[in-house]
């Protein structure tokens, strides 16, 4: 690595922790009305969602469940709550990577849609992160947070939990931003597989979705050995428009125990990323 990498390298990080440093508290209290409590504690979280039953409580129905996964960019395009309720409309599931918050949630989404919010990236002005919004409140909530190594931003990963509508078991709901800016997999692995061991456990349905920056053979390998072996398939799209880098796909979404109906995926103009939808059914 030259010495020109090597000090560019190191600029930037420091000016990433000159930026968290400056922190705005106010503006990390903000939560929408609707936000669920969260867990940080990756065993605590593991022991919550082992005792999670949705038999007595409102689940999601098992027909035509509609899932909408979206990395807004930061909500940088003004119109991009426009193309989010309009594209989410009937979601009943509403995944988002890079997404901004603030005390009203999102413009265009149903103000009952229950917020579960892991925070990644913050500066004075606004934070960002994870959201997973949904019909239903989730009977538990896990935020897990890993660094990016050169700039040490952190990546957030939301993990939830759902009942289901006459049924005993409960969907188990993984919302991803993986570690992007690396010369090799290694971090990018721990936080994947931290991820994936709540689906080790976990013996219902399962989504794991969201923005697996997998702009190369390397990353996209190892995200697909790690989802196959612990048996969960990629959704595949009639209409695939999701962004690439290199010829790579970097936004997926996999399931396990669960049909696909549709998938399909739509071109806008208001984020770097794409949208997709998929159609599930239990």
């Known amino acids: 690595m030259s010495r020109v990498f090597s000090s560019l390298i190191i600029s930037v990080a420091l000016a990433a922790c000159s930026v968290q440093t400056g922190l705005d508290q106010r503006a990390a209290q903000q939560q929408p009305a609707n936000a669920s409590p969260v867990l940080t504690d990756a065993k605590q979280c593991s022991l919550v969602l082992q005792k999670s039953s949705g038999s007595s409580v409102t689940g999601l129905e098992g027909t035509d469940l509609q899932l909408f996964t979206w990395n807004t960019h930061k909500n940088t395009d003004a119109a991009m709550r ?25 413009a265009g989404i149903d103000p009952a849609f ?15 992160g994870v959201t997973t919004a949904s019909r239903i409140r989730p009977l538990a909530q896990c935020s897990l947070t890993h660094k990016e190594p050169w700039l040490r931003s952190p990546k957030a990963t939301n993990i939830t939990e759902f009942a289901l509508a006459d049924s005993d078991q409960t969907l188990l709901v993984i919302n991803l931003h993986l570690i992007n800016f690396t010369i090799g997999v290694e971090a990018m692995r721990q936080q994947l597989l931290q991820a994936l061991s ?4 976990h013996t219902g349905p399962v989504i794991v979705a969201g923005d697996f920056n997998t702009w190369n053979k390397s990353r996209r390998e190892l995200v ?19 962004k690439r880098f290199l010829g790579h ?16 995926s739509y071109p806008v103009n208001t984020s770097d990323h794409n949208p997709t939808s998929v159609t599930l059914k239990f």
């Open 249 to 264: 796909a970097l936004d997926h979404t996999y399931i396990r125990d669960i049909t696909v109906a549709r998938g399909t």
């Open 224 to 242: 697909a050995d790690a989802l196959l072996s612990r048996g969960l398939e990629p959704v595949s799209y009639d209409s695939d428009y999701r």
């Open 114 to 128: 229950h917020w579960s919010f892991s925070q990644g990236y913050r500066t004075e002005n606004f934070r960002s």
């Open 82 to 106: 426009a193309d989010l309720g309009r594209l989410a409309e009937g979601a009943d599931l509403i995944l988002l990577q890079e997404a901004v918050i603030d005390s009203e949630g999102f």
């Open 198 to 201: 709540f689906v080790e456990q």
